[in-house]
């Protein structure tokens, strides 16, 4: 049975960012800082993952892990895993990215410390 993913069910905002190292010095000689930079602002769908996927990965700890559902087209470069989300003011390390269906991918992401 395929898994699909109506239009109206991609009702939460997340953003996947990534830290960029400047080029260059500062007047004192040192590297400039890391900015951030926003890759995308996307629509999604969230779930927890189930006990049965929290046992079957062989977590042994707490992490809160959830899984962000996206439109593939509306991604527009590719998800590595040293991108993070942000999601309701918090940052999420992104885990595992695979297909959800044909046109959407599964980001799986747990809470930073």
């Given at each position: 049975m395929?898994?699909y993913?109506?239009?109206g069910?991609?009702n939460?905002e997340?953003m ?6 400047q080029?260059?010095q500062d007047?004192?000689g040192f590297p400039?800082?890391e900015?951030?930079?926003t890759?995308?602002d996307?629509?999604?769908k969230v779930r927890?993952?189930s006990?049965?996927e ?6 042994q700890?707490?992490?809160l892990?959830?899984?962000?559902i996206?439109n593939?087209?509306?991604?527009p ?5 040293d ?5 309701e ?7 595992h990215?695979?297909?959800y269906?044909?046109?959407?991918f599964?980001?799986?992401?747990s809470l930073?410390?």
């Amino acid at each position: 049975m395929k898994n699909y993913i109506q239009p109206g069910e991609l009702n939460d905002e997340l953003m996947i960012q990534r830290n960029v190292q400047q080029e260059g010095q500062d007047e004192n000689g040192f590297p400039l800082p890391e900015i951030i930079e926003t890759v995308a602002d996307l629509y999604c769908k969230v779930r927890t993952i189930s006990t049965k996927e929290y046992i079957s990965a062989g977590q042994q700890s707490t992490t809160l892990t959830y899984k962000f559902i996206v439109n593939r087209d509306d991604i527009p470069m590719e998800i590595t895993a040293d991108m993070y989300i942000m999601y309701e003011g918090d940052r999420w390390n992104i885990k595992h990215i695979h297909w959800y269906d044909d046109f959407h991918f599964e980001l799986t992401a747990s809470l930073h410390d």
